[in-house]
């Protein structure tokens, strides 16, 4: 059938659809006589319910049915005669002045854009790189040693130190008044680790077992309590209990621990090292991506879907209120939440969608089954059974297409980067894994 398309404005098409009343005629008679083989009806026995009887109980319900079915149909044909790539679902109501024995439809929906990528050469992109040295390698070879540590009382003169384990006492009162969650007995915690506030810990520091102390504790303005944030509090602290942290030493002992069969304090170095520079790559991957999407979105040219930036905004609603329900909070399915603000991300995320796409099909950039394997063969291999890995990965579509994606935006970010105007910029280790 001959289709006309209306440009209504930018992304937003018309279309009108004719469809003949018999057709449509036929098809109702068709499926109420189905429904007459099967129907029960008190008064009568299975399948023997007159047809107009039939066509009085269902022949509304079925008439629009069919009405739904011939008008998505004709507009599916007309789409793909038009070769139209639709946006959202189509808005399609009645339109009046049909012809004889027809009835006639409009049909209003967005296409996908056309888009424009730039010259990826003029597009600046800052990549950074970042080395594992032994300072890394130290570090992490003390937090094992840590997660190992063992804690023996302290004598009775001697005083708390960053590192010991303290068992204290405590009460805190505002302006001469208790506040909950202000008091406790028997309660531990490492100093010097920031598991307690700054002023809390400092008090600590330097006091013997059997000591008392009070002291003034000023709680942040965005501390979690709201009861207290921004109030300031007097405490008395008394120490019951001092006890030393010993660290394990780096020997054929702690090294067979942690899984390193022949026990050689190298293999260990060798070994946190393999796994350091896994961590450092995915990382770089995921900071160096994201400044190469950024280049890719400044040289693009496309007008926006508003039915896909919709749809997005309430992905990003729903995950939201996912959120908050996972933190417990009441009625979070009904929590008022304003769409404006999740609008930004949603449009600058079917930006990026959808010129990644082009770029990919543009360019062939999409994974090959060499890359998924390689991908889930590196991601696997951090875990003591690496093989269970791989067939967890490969025994589910959706967690497939996943690390298909993953690897689809490595190759965009390696075609750019291989295009772009690139300047590199080392980045110490500590800086690179939030540390610094």
Do not use: C
């Amino acid at each position: 059938m001959a289709v006309t398309v209306e440009t209504l404005e930018k992304l937003e098409r018309k279309i009108t659809l004719s469809l003949p009343l018999a057709a449509i005629q036929t098809e109702v008679e068709a499926r109420l006589k189905k429904v007459a083989r099967t129907v029960k009806m008190d008064g009568f026995r299975p399948g023997k319910v007159p047809m107009n009887v039939v066509a009085q109980r269902y022949g509304y319900s079925v008439q629009y049915e069919v009405l739904n079915d011939k008008v998505g149909e004709a507009f599916a044909q007309a789409v793909a005669e038009t070769g139209l790539r639709v946006a959202g679902q189509p808005r399609i109501s009645e339109k009046e002045g049909a012809a004889e024995g027809h009835a006639d439809f409009e049909a209003v929906f967005e296409v996908f854009p056309e888009v424009k990528i730039g010259d990826l050469a003029g597009a600046a992109v800052e990549k950074l790189t970042a080395e594992v040295d032994d300072t890394a390698i130290e570090k992490t070879l003390d937090i094992l040693r840590k997660q190992r540590r063992t804690f023996a009382q302290r004598a009775a003169d001697e005083a708390a130190v960053d590192g010991d384990r303290v068992t204290v006492d405590f009460e805190g009162k505002i302006d001469g008044e208790a506040f909950a969650g202000g008091k406790a007995e028997g309660f531990q915690f490492l100093v010097g680790e920031g598991q307690m506030l700054k002023e809390f810990e400092d008090a600590v520091r330097g006091m013997k077992a059997g000591e008392s102390k009070t002291f003034p504790l000023a709680f942040p303005e965005d501390y979690h309590g709201k009861d207290v944030a921004g109030k300031t509090a007097d405490f008395l602290v008394t120490v019951n209990k001092l006890e030393a942290a010993h660290l394990p030493e780096v020997n054929e002992a702690l090294v067979k621990s942690l899984g390193i069969a022949d026990g050689s304090v190298e293999a260990l170095r060798a070994d946190i090292k393999k796994n350091l520079e896994r961590e450092v790559k995915f990382r770089l991957q995921a900071r160096n991506k994201q400044a190469v999407m950024d280049a890719l979105v400044s040289v693009a040219e496309l007008d926006l879907p508003k039915a896909s930036v919709q749809a997005e905004v309430a992905r990003l609603m729903e995950g939201a209120r996912a959120d908050l329900k996972q933190r417990g909070i009441k009625d979070a399915d009904k929590a008022e939440i304003p769409e404006d603000i999740f609008l930004p991300q949603a449009e600058r995320r079917v930006r990026l969608g959808l010129v990644v796409a082009e770029l990919v099909k543009t360019n062939k950039l999409e994974a090959t089954p060499e890359q998924l394997k390689a991908h889930v063969d590196e991601l696997a291999a951090s875990y003591e059974k690496p093989e269970e890995v791989v067939r967890w990965y490969f025994g589910d579509r959706q967690r497939l297409a996943e690390v298909e994606a993953v690897v689809i935006e490595n190759n965009v970010t390696e075609f750019v980067l291989g295009k772009a105007k690139v300047s590199d910029k080392a980045v110490s280790f500590e800086e690179l894994m939030g540390q610094a």
